[in-house]
């Protein structure tokens, strides 16, 4: 290259480029920016080293190469990485283990609301629960769904000397 920087920098900057774009712009939801940024990469080594020579056509040759060959190792892995998600119905948040006790009777079919940290919940027993729960039981919160709570009574803790 007889221009300001030489193919090895130029390969760099560009896959930096690349992958900088995938990660910000697209979220990761593409992975082939990933793969010809590292093709990139792999080919301003090798041209570093002295294995490639510093010309269009060997650059151009390796990068495909290379993007072809990460594709074909990477995709199962970072597109399982991808789709990995956790169950939306079983979310782990600080509110699991919260106690308090009820402000009314609360049973299957009457769930009730809840004030708690400025925000109305709604209070929904344990479905395997039948019996109604008094006002005033203690309760503890076992699980969570977007503005619903749902709870069992608390186990009393045997506090013998």
Avoid at 113 to 122: A, F, P
Avoid at 130 to 136: N, Y
């Amino acid at each position: 290259m007889d221009g300001l920087i030489s193919y090895p920098y130029a390969l760099i900057i560009i896959g930096i480029v690349l992958i900088t774009l995938e990660a910000v712009v697209f979220g990761f939801a593409t992975l082939f920016l990933i793969f010809i940024g590292l093709g990139c990469f792999t080919t301003a080594l090798l041209m570093w080293i002295g294995i490639l020579d510093s010309t269009f056509l060997a650059a151009a040759a390796s990068v495909s190469i290379a993007t072809f060959v990460y594709a074909v190792l990477l995709w199962k892995p970072l597109h399982r990485l991808q789709n990995k998600q956790q169950d939306p119905t079983r979310q782990t948040n600080t509110l699991d283990g919260l106690s308090f006790r009820l402000p009314e009777p609360l049973s299957i079919t009457n769930p009730i609301s809840y004030r708690y940290s400025g925000v109305s919940w709604q209070v929904l027993l344990e479905s395997g629960h039948t019996q109604e729960l008094p006002a005033g039981a203690e309760v503890e919160v076992y699980r969570t769904e977007v503005g619903k709570l749902f709870v069992m009574p608390r186990k009393k803790e045997n506090n013998n000397g």
